[in-house]
């Protein structure tokens, strides 16, 4: 289960490294364009909030190894 973890981590690093990098070419930009630089906005913090899922559920890992044995609820 740590290998899915890491991985999962890296794809989601990676999309913000993306966005990131989409933001500051907008902002860098001679012509600005705010429906790309709010996109990449969106797409970013979505991007952050499945990181922090499973930094979540990492925690969880290392708090409780019974947990990387069983399902996460998805309540």
């Known amino acids: 289960m740590g ?3 890491q991985a999962a981590e890296s794809h989601y ?6 966005y990131a990098l989409c933001l500051n070419a907008c ?6 364009d705010l429906d790309k630089f709010l996109g990449s906005v969106e797409q970013y913090e979505h991007a952050l909030a ?3 899922v499973v930094q ?6 290392v708090s409780d ?4 044995e069983s399902p996460v609820n998805e309540g």
């Open 3 to 5: 290998n899915l973890v």
């Open 13 to 18: 690093k990676s999309l913000m490294d993306k």
């Open 27 to 32: 902002m860098g930009s001679d012509h600005p």
């Open 50 to 52: 499945q990181f922090n």
């Open 56 to 61: 979540n559920i990492k925690a969880q890992m």
């Open 65 to 68: 190894p019974e947990v990387s």
